[in-house]
């Protein structure tokens, strides 16, 4: 049994924007709490959170990591994330398995897109959270940063502590109710704080009013309450990098944040006789199981690793719970809690606790264990990950790999929720899709790396699609002869544009409107054939046809030499010839988007997106100073809009898109995909 109660457990992610100084942070808790003999640095490569291979490269957090320490008889479990938006999805994915979210904002900087991301996320999901002011030995930016902080997420934002001589110390302006700090007189803040804590307990406020100051331990439970109800986001201040305040933000985890057994429980959902119903865990280790994976990741070494939080129940070695809706149990041999890249085996996880479990490929990212009697298809409420749009078509350099690319691409989506790969059928390309170029360079150096495959990528093309406007007829004779018997086929035959009312397949409708047998019936299933080949592979540039109409009416053949072979061939070049006469186009996807940017850079990106072929159909005022612009364009004007949006707004800028509708490509861009079209040679 642990040495500590679900009670003692305190469950904090930290995140923010990348250089923020998150993993500098949780090194100096780790050293200060004794976890480790000497705090590392990122640029010596060396901290406990950062301790895979590409972090090191690239100096920041590129993944998730779970860390753990002591404090004043709490045990204190840490998520560290990255916090570059191209990895923002591993962020968001460690949000159901904590308490409280801390978001660390640079005080040389001040509010960033990830920052203002992360805290919509947690205010819509109920999870309490506090912010930390970082770098404030630069003392010219924190006022600014405070100010900037309270203006985008308003008065309940309040500071638990003031930086004080130079940034080189921090003043408690909680429980103390004067003394000077960097920022001016504590009475004001400590007067501030107070008033927001109180105004969620009636009674308090009563004797507050009355009386003019509080104990800490009448402030305590109410404290907690105006967490739990968005009611208050208390400030910290740092400097991460020379020590300053990590004692006090370690105080303010083990006594302010709330325990499992005081935080709003994460919701599940089943369903029953259709109908989706939520349950809660309860943190209580008598309890059945239900823990739900938060992370996967795979190593060389110790094959698949499975994080988790038991949100109710425990989980101990030799157990054989659940994994979904499975009906077959599993075996869980050994536990493990997690220090960086370290585990050490424990003989249960408790309720409230953070655990991992090796080497169980029944486990997934997002499963839910469980004990039997609980929903088989329990799972928790989805959390809101961003789509993956950023594409790079990839094919691997080595013939006959092609089964191990894909076995690795596999792992690498099981460990990503916010990586996918998609064959697009219309250009025959495999395209990865991720957040942004960082996030899929990371990937193709880990198909490398870990997995020895070298990978050609390039921009994937633009899935069009080809029709025609107009009806027109086409005609093709096949006739072969090569010493023995010979091949003949000849079709006559009409292209229409599909009505929408016809009953197509495929976007395609085939009619026999032969008479008089010119065409044996066996052999319109071979001209249909051929037909389909070229909606398929397209007529005038290679892409994929739809929205047609084919008539067969007339045609010959021959009693020795017609065969399937030959009315195949001739059905495709008479198809192909009635397409080349009835106004042919190319339609191209359109994309809806929906930007969110600050407010003053409305027009900027409207005019951007309109220079695309875009049309601006309208934006939508959000809290914060932001705004929500909505437009559709052309896809082939946004493949690198991940790219050009973080250019234009300094990385404040995000963006969800999806497919809308096809539309006819303008004439100069359909002759120049036309005239790059280089088909086949076919022999007649």
């Known amino acids: 049994m642990p040495r500590y109660a679900t009670a003692d457990i305190r469950n904090i992610a930290v995140t923010g924007p990348a250089s923020a100084g998150k993993t500098t942070l949780i090194e100096q808790m780790l050293f200060n709490a004794g976890a480790i003999g000497r705090a590392g640095r990122v640029q010596d490569r060396n901290t406990v959170c950062d301790f895979d291979d590409l972090s090191k490269e690239f100096g920041h957090s590129l993944d998730s990591a779970v860390v753990h320490f002591d404090h004043d008889g709490r045990h204190i479990n840490v998520v560290d994330t990255p916090g570059s938006p191209d990895f923002i999805g591993r962020a968001i994915s460690v949000l159901p398995a904590v308490e409280t979210v801390c978001v660390v904002i640079d005080a040389t900087v001040g509010v960033e897109a990830v920052a203002r991301r992360i805290m ?20 010219d930016g924190v006022a600014h940063t405070l100010a900037q902080v309270q203006d985008a997420f308003g008065a309940v934002c309040q500071p638990l502590n003031l930086p004080a001589n130079g940034g080189t110390a921090v003043i408690d302006c909680f429980a103390n109710a004067s003394g000077n700090s960097d920022l001016g ?15 969620v307990d009636e009674e308090l406020m009563a004797i507050y009013l009355e009386q003019g100051e509080l104990t800490p331990g009448q402030l305590h439970d109410p404290f907690e309450k105006a967490l739990r109800e968005a009611h208050l986001v208390p400030i910290c201040f740092t400097d991460a990098r020379d020590n300053v305040g990590i004692r006090k933000l370690k105080d303010v985890f083990v006594h302010l944040c709330p325990s499992p057994l005081e935080g709003n429980p994460r919701n599940f959902e089943y369903s029953d006789g259709g109908d989706v119903r939520r349950i809660q865990g309860v943190p209580d280790s008598a309890k059945p199981l239900i823990a739900h994976v938060f992370k996967v990741s795979h190593d060389p070494f110790v094959g698949k690793m499975a994080v988790f939080k038991v949100h109710q129940g425990h989980v101990g070695h030799d157990f054989q719970p659940r994994v979904g809706d499975a009906r077959k149990g599993i075996r869980i041999g050994h536990v493990f809690k997690l220090q960086g890249k370290q585990h050490s085996e424990t003989d249960q996880i408790i309720a409230g606790d953070i655990g991992a479990v090796a080497k169980i490929d029944e486990i997934n990212f997002n499963s839910v264990i469980h004990s039997d009697g609980v929903a088989d298809d329990l799972h928790i409420r989805p959390w809101p990950l961003p789509r993956p749009m950023y594409g790079l078509a990839i094919e691997v350099v080595a013939t006959g790999a092609e089964g191990k690319l894909h076995d690795a691409l596999a792992k690498l989506v099981a460990e990503d929720p916010t990586l996918e790969i998609e064959r697009i059928q219309a250009t025959g390309e495999t395209v990865l899709r991720g957040l942004g170029d960082l996030h899929l360079r990371t990937k193709l150096k880990l198909l490398k790396d870990r997995y020895g495959l070298d990978v050609r990528a390039r921009p994937p093309r633009v899935p069009y699609k080809e029709t025609i406007t107009a009806s027109a007829d086409g005609h ?17 035959l009409r292209v229409a544009p599909l009505d929408g009312a016809d009953n197509a397949q495929d976007g395609l409708l085939f009619v026999d409107d032969t008479f008089g047998g010119s065409i044996p019936r066996q052999f319109l299933p071979a001209i249909e054939k051929g037909v389909r080949q070229v909606m398929q592979n397209g007529a005038v540039a290679g892409y994929p046809m739809e929205g047609i109409r084919v008539s067969v009416y007339d045609g010959k053949y021959h009693a020795v030499d017609s065969k399937e072979v030959a009315f195949t061939t001739a059905g495709r070049k008479a198809f192909i010839d009635a397409v080349r006469k009835a106004r042919p186009v190319l339609l ?9 940017i600050e407010s003053s850079m409305i027009g900027d990106i409207s005019s951007d997106l309109s220079g695309k072929r875009g049309r601006i159909l309208g934006s939508d005022t959000l809290a914060g100073g932001m705004a929500a612009l909505h437009a559709e364009v052309p896809l082939a004007e946004v493949m690198n809009y991940a790219s050009q949006l973080k250019s234009m707004t300094s990385g404040i800028g995000t963006y969800v898109m999806e497919y809308s509708h096809d539309e006819p490509t303008p004439p100069d861009i359909q002759a120049k995909v036309i005239a790059a ?4 040679e076919d022999d007649d």
Request: proline share 5%; no cysteine; glycine share 8%.
């Open 476 to 492: 093709h004779r096949h006739k072969k002869q090569t010493g023995g018997a010979g091949q003949f086929g000849e079709v006559y």
């Open 588 to 596: 191209e996807p359109f994309v809806r988007l929906e930007v969110t």
């Open 185 to 199: 007189d504590v009475a004001g803040f400590h007067s501030a704080i107070i008033d927001q804590v109180v105004e």
């Open 677 to 680: 079209f280089k088909p086949k």
């Open 120 to 139: 919509k996320i947690a205010a819509d999901r109920n999870l309490p959270r506090m912010i930390v002011i970082n770098k404030i030995d630069h003392i």
